[in-house]
């Protein structure tokens, strides 16, 4: 395709339709901070290709891997197991390059492989229907929200202070642009959730309540009395899942009343990879199947009776007009969500359990071993792979030192909830198949060395 690029005029034009000025009108939303005024300080104007590839080389050499260190971090992003045979198979040429699957009769394998996934995630959530997935977990959390409004034609919505506080931060950054009513706080570093305020915290205008499961902290919420007191008031639950290998250890949020269950995928299939690309998990109770955004694969017959494969439902606008659209998010992170389907398919029902068990077990050793170094509080009482610990001082310059000492300790609740005071000496730690004792063991040690 030949790259025609617009004139003057072209653009003048384009402006004046769209009423705007100028180029850098289209940009007012992004905070003037963040915006470059000119060329980036330092950085050359141009390089050779051997010497930028030498560059970069030299600045890669600098990251400390996840496999190369004892790793503790979480946070919405697990370091698992991935079997060899997840990355062969999505390598494969029909499935790497695979796009949306318009015309069912040459793409019945993509959507057999979208179908299975659909059924996988369905059934984690314990759920009737499951989308063909979303482009993360945050934007599928803000799309459940709008969701709910639309079936309740309610406007105000309650987040628990469990939520992840990037979600949290997707959700008030979207509701500018909806007007929704955002009701939101910072969590505290206690043992268990307090169910009781965010029950208290719905109201008769209230369309959703967002909760997650386990919650950022790594608390396991009471999702069925959130139910109970969410429907008293015509409002849905929305569990939010960013960890489902914990759902092969405990109760599916689908049964235990909630509405409308997303997530995050990464855990399974996919690795951590700087942050992303990641896939977002969308499922919901079969009476709301036409409000879910996104699109559905469905099973039927052809003509001649044989077993064939179709998108069943396609709301997102890039299908349908926009006025009827459900979402404009026309990702679905498909390559993502073929890892995905492939680690569950390997592992099976028994094998998801069996990796849970373990994980949860690496984590009660965890928690253990650094109960006994002098200074560390273990906060909560309840944990699937994931707890909160108080230290004696702010925990990112504890955690610096831990990476100078070659172990990635964890999180620290400081950096992520700016200007909280209680929360500046706590610290987010995990643990899954892949820790060892030995990690277990040096991560004690050597926080035991920081802290002395």
């Known amino acids: 395709m030949r790259y025609l690029p617009l004139t003057d005029p072209d653009r003048t034009a384009m402006l004046d339709v769209i009423g705007v000025g100028s180029v850098d009108d289209l940009f007012v939303d992004v905070p003037e901070e963040a915006r470059l005024s000119g060329p980036i300080e330092g950085l050359p104007m141009h390089a050779s290709e051997m010497a ?23 946070a919405g992003a697990y370091r698992h197991h991935i079997p060899a045979s997840v990355d062969h198979l999505i390598q494969r040429g029909e499935f790497l390059t695979a796009y949306t699957p318009y015309q069912p009769e040459i793409a019945q394998g993509t959507l057999q492989v979208l179908f299975e996934f659909q059924t996988q995630v369905a059934r984690l959530f314990g759920t009737d229907v499951a989308n063909a997935s979303m482009y993360d977990g945050s934007t599928a959390c803000w799309e459940a929200i709008v969701m709910a409004g639309r079936i309740t034609r309610k406007r105000r919505v309650v987040l628990s202070d469990g939520l992840h506080p990037h979600y949290a931060e997707v959700v008030r950054t979207m509701a500018k642009f909806t007007r929704d009513e955002i009701a939101s706080s910072a969590p505290k570093l206690e043992a ?84 992303g690309p990641y ?83 690496r984590t009660q050793q965890l928690v253990a071993a650094l109960a006994d170094v002098p200074g560390v509080e273990v906060v909560n009482e309840s944990y699937f792979n994931e707890v909160a610990l108080r230290l004696p001082s702010d925990t990112r310059e504890i955690l610096r030192k831990l990476a100078d000492r070659g172990v990635l300790g964890g999180v620290s609740l400081g950096r992520l909830y700016p200007g909280e005071s209680e929360l500046a000496n706590g610290m987010l730690v995990a643990a899954t198949e892949t820790t060892t004792e030995e990690d277990i063991a040096t991560f004690a040690r050597e926080l035991a060395g920081v802290l002395a």
């Open 279 to 361: 896939l977002g998990l969308f499922a919901c109770r079969e009476k709301f199947l036409r409000q879910m955004p996104g699109r559905l694969c469905g099973q039927t017959v052809d003509a001649e009776g044989k077993r064939g494969f179709v998108l069943t439902l396609s709301t997102r606008e890039q299908h349908i007009r926009r006025e009827k659209a459900t979402s404009n998010i026309c990702t679905n992170s498909g390559l993502c969500a073929l890892a995905f389907s492939i680690h569950m398919t390997l592992l099976g029902g028994e094998g998801l359990a069996r990796m849970a068990k373990i994980s949860h077990a």
């Open 52 to 74: 930028v590839e030498r560059h970069m080389a030299r600045l890669a050499a600098k990251n400390l891997s996840a496999g190369n260190a004892p790793f503790f971090l979480g």
């Open 192 to 275: 268990t959730t307090d169910d009781a305020a965010i029950c208290d915290a719905i109201d008769d205008a209230t369309s959703c309540v967002v909760v997650q499961y386990p919650d950022f902290l790594g608390r396991i919420p009471d999702l069925a009395a959130i139910a109970e007191a969410a429907h008293a008031k015509g409002a849905l639950l929305v569990a939010v899942v960013t960890e489902p290998v914990a759902l092969g250890l405990i109760e599916a949020p689908g049964h235990l009343g909630a509405d409308i269950v997303v997530g995050e995928g990464q855990s399974l299939g996919v690795g951590l990879q700087f942050g």
